[in-house]
């Protein structure tokens, strides 16, 4: 929970504010045309703030809101946003052993506020769990710093997006400011052979698999990539990533 | 402007129940229990996969159709923001430098 004293007073916390915020112009461009993207697709203002602060998912919201507004059951929406939000199960797996000297309700807090750039930030940060608690609750602090910045930049964005709905256009396209800040990070995750190799895997399977419904092409990608990767491993002899 | 209705904001709060748990799937159960080995290993290269397959198709694509055309203004915002971050490292760097080759491309000359 990124508004603990416990965290705020931790310099881990003030890093992870510096890390999350090398990437805040980007979330909040993005997070600003899917507010404005979400009341032009038909949703009405209150909707569209709900959808803001409750659903807390870019990707997620943006595969939704047309199937909303379309009337497509209730039980297709749920599914889409579940494919769509699958990659965070994998996170999740990742982020357990990180996570469990917390009791649950902290941890599944934890979770829901934890997106794709705090994930990243925090995964190449700490490649391996605290091994006692002060490290533990060094790794949260930090992990809690970046939520902070990525929750703020979004929210705020967001709700900004949607009372601009009718004054910016769609068609400037500055939702393109996330796509580079996603192009930043993966460039700073490119730190070994095989994650170049992982990188390009993944990206030519979600070129490729596209069609597949419900953006599973992203988990398909994600998971020919790993695979893939972990083949070489086998054939090399090991040859440990990392960070 | 659209009106609220109720199985909206029902399908909303459904929806913020899926962001929960798909962001805390392995987070819910307190019993002892790891990872595989080789999935521990294999973790390494999902957080770059991940970022590469969201953002490839959105630089590459228009509709699930690879672009046709040299002139689309993502391409060249992409190589240039990728150019910034090896260049000189930082993300807010790639983001400026990119957006400063895209809003023209894309504003002003429609590509």
Not at chain 1, 78 to 93: E, G, P, Q
Not at chain 2, 37 to 46: E, K, M, P
Request: charged residues 10%.
């Amino acid at each position: 929970m990124f508004f603990l004293a416990e965290h705020r007073r931790r310099p881990e916390y003030r890093e992870g504010i510096t890390d999350q915020g090398s990437v805040a112009m980007g979330i909040g461009a993005w997070g600003l045309m899917t507010g404005v993207a979400m009341v032009q697709s038909g949703m009405s203002t209150l909707e569209a703030l709900l959808m803001t602060l409750i659903v807390y998912a870019g990707s997620a919201q943006l595969a939704a809101v047309p199937m909303i507004t379309a009337g497509a059951p209730m039980w297709v929406i749920l599914a889409a946003a579940f494919c769509v939000n699958l990659r965070f199960v994998v996170f999740s797996a990742h982020l357990r052993p990180y996570l469990m000297h917390l009791p649950r309700g902290q941890r599944l807090v934890s979770g829901y506020v934890t997106g794709d750039l705090s994930y990243v930030f925090f995964a190449k940060r700490y490649p391996h769990p605290g091994r006692d608690a002060e490290e533990r609750a060094q790794q949260q602090a930090y992990l809690m710093g970046n939520c902070a910045v990525n929750y703020l930049a979004w929210m705020v964005a967001s709700v900004v997006g949607v009372f601009l709905a009718n004054v910016v256009p769609l068609s400037w396209g500055l939702g393109f400011a996330g796509i580079l800040a996603l192009v930043g990070v993966l460039c700073s995750l490119a730190t070994s052979r095989l994650r170049v190799v992982s990188a390009g895997v993944a990206g030519a399977a979600a070129v490729a698999a596209w069609a597949l419904p419900l953006r599973l092409n992203i988990l398909v990608a994600i998971a020919s990539a790993v695979a893939i990767c972990l083949l070489i491993e086998q054939v090399q002899g090991k040859e440990p990533g990392h960070g | 402007m659209a009106d609220t209705d109720l199985h909206t904001v029902l399908t909303i709060l459904a929806l913020g129940v899926i962001t929960l748990i798909t962001r805390s799937f392995f987070l819910f159960s307190d019993r002892p229990w790891t990872l595989p080995h080789w999935a521990q290993r294999g973790l390494q290269y999902a957080p770059i996969a991940a970022l590469s397959a969201v953002v490839l198709p959105e630089i590459v694509t228009t509709q699930g159709q690879l672009v046709q055309t040299w002139m689309d203004a993502r391409l060249f915002a992409a190589a240039a923001g990728a150019a910034y971050f090896f260049w000189r490292k930082g993300v807010l760097g790639t983001i400026v430098t990119g957006m400063l080759v895209y809003l023209p491309l894309h504003v002003g000359l429609g590509w």
